[in-house]
């Protein structure tokens, strides 16, 4: 497809298991964004990817978050033992890579029910 | 650290009348600030980009202004449509490659 592609739409799973979320960027695009969502929130910032370089993940909140991305394709969010304020919508954001102002096109997220 | 604060109250305005949404933000002076449009159970799109050196910026009905001395961003839209309904996020730069984004404002344009 043309557009960025995350999977699953919806999760739901329990508390203490691990998830992991999957981004499918624009082709072409270098830079991958990761961003998290919650009820009535702005997004949070959790990590981003350029090309080879090492990724800034400043944004990730614990150790229990991490996430992967091979060359300039698929990326993975995984989280470990989920906690209930895991629970949010994780969206995923691709560009060019070519300057700051890049415009970031998202996906349509990743809803992530902890119960 | 950087702020970000929209009014969380929803904006609720009669079609065919100008909406007017405001950003403000402390601590940072941003090279750059954004709007986003984000419709229910979809990701943000991207609108306008204005740099610090520009005082307004227009798209279509689109117009944002952007006051670095009052460290505020003002995002109007004329001609409202009910299409227009949406939440509109303001975000600016954060340094690097990191962008940060405020809770966004609800609006509603009524038939």
């Given at each position: 497809g043309?557009?960025?592609?995350?999977?699953?739409?919806?999760?739901?799973?329990?508390?203490?298991k691990d998830v992991e979320l999957r981004c499918d960027p624009i082709s072409g695009h270098t830079a991958l964004y990761w961003y998290r969502q919650r009820l009535g929130?702005?997004?949070?910032?959790?990590?981003?990817?350029?090309?080879?370089?090492a990724p800034d993940k400043s944004g990730l909140p614990s150790d229990r978050f991490s996430a992967e991305r091979t060359g300039e394709s698929v990326s993975t969010l995984t989280i470990q033992r989920t906690q209930q304020e895991d629970s949010a919508v994780y969206l995923c954001a691709s560009s060019l890579g070519t300057g700051i102002t890049d415009t970031q096109y998202f996906g349509p997220g990743t809803r992530l029910t902890v119960l | 650290s950087q702020k970000i604060e929209q009014n969380s109250e929803a904006l609720n305005i009669q079609e065919g009348k100008t909406a007017t949404l405001t950003c403000n933000y402390t601590n940072y002076s941003p090279a750059y600030l954004q709007w986003y449009r984000q419709d229910p159970g979809r990701g943000p799109v991207f609108l306008l980009l204005i740099r610090e050196n520009e005082k307004e910026k227009r798209k279509e009905r689109l117009k944002v202004t952007f006051d670095t001395t009052l460290k505020q961003s003002l995002f109007h839209?004329?001609?409202?449509?009910?299409?227009?309904?949406?939440?509109?996020l303001c975000a600016l730069e954060g340094g690097g490659f990191k962008t940060i984004f405020g809770a966004g404002t609800r609006l509603f344009v009524k038939a």
């Amino acid at each position: 497809g043309a557009g960025v592609s995350q999977s699953p739409s919806n999760k739901v799973t329990e508390k203490g298991k691990d998830v992991e979320l999957r981004c499918d960027p624009i082709s072409g695009h270098t830079a991958l964004y990761w961003y998290r969502q919650r009820l009535g929130q702005g997004l949070e910032f959790l990590i981003y990817f350029q090309g080879n370089s090492a990724p800034d993940k400043s944004g990730l909140p614990s150790d229990r978050f991490s996430a992967e991305r091979t060359g300039e394709s698929v990326s993975t969010l995984t989280i470990q033992r989920t906690q209930q304020e895991d629970s949010a919508v994780y969206l995923c954001a691709s560009s060019l890579g070519t300057g700051i102002t890049d415009t970031q096109y998202f996906g349509p997220g990743t809803r992530l029910t902890v119960l | 650290s950087q702020k970000i604060e929209q009014n969380s109250e929803a904006l609720n305005i009669q079609e065919g009348k100008t909406a007017t949404l405001t950003c403000n933000y402390t601590n940072y002076s941003p090279a750059y600030l954004q709007w986003y449009r984000q419709d229910p159970g979809r990701g943000p799109v991207f609108l306008l980009l204005i740099r610090e050196n520009e005082k307004e910026k227009r798209k279509e009905r689109l117009k944002v202004t952007f006051d670095t001395t009052l460290k505020q961003s003002l995002f109007h839209i004329t001609a409202s449509q009910p299409a227009d309904s949406a939440t509109y996020l303001c975000a600016l730069e954060g340094g690097g490659f990191k962008t940060i984004f405020g809770a966004g404002t609800r609006l509603f344009v009524k038939a």
